[in-house]
């Protein structure tokens, strides 16, 4: 089980990499933003619109249930789907 978990993570991994080497490289950005614009963009993010974009992109790159559930099982698929939909609403909460 240990070692089919590890073959996962690494195949997720490496079909992700571009998309988290992607966020990670804006996640860098942000700090070299001058104040003046980080403020107003702050605030532009902060609407519900663009958090449900943004979380609902995120969760579709890095899917919760990919954690807990194999995606070949019966109910792998549509597990994450469910994961995904119920942080995405968490996350609406906190907005």
Known sequence: AHEHALRRYHEFSAAHHWKFEAMLRVQ?????????????AIRAMSSRRFVDWSFGHYLQIAPPGFAVGSAHDQNGAGKQQDDAGHALGAERNLV
């Open 28 to 40: 860098r950005l942000i700090p070299r933003v001058p104040p003046r614009v980080l403020g107003p």
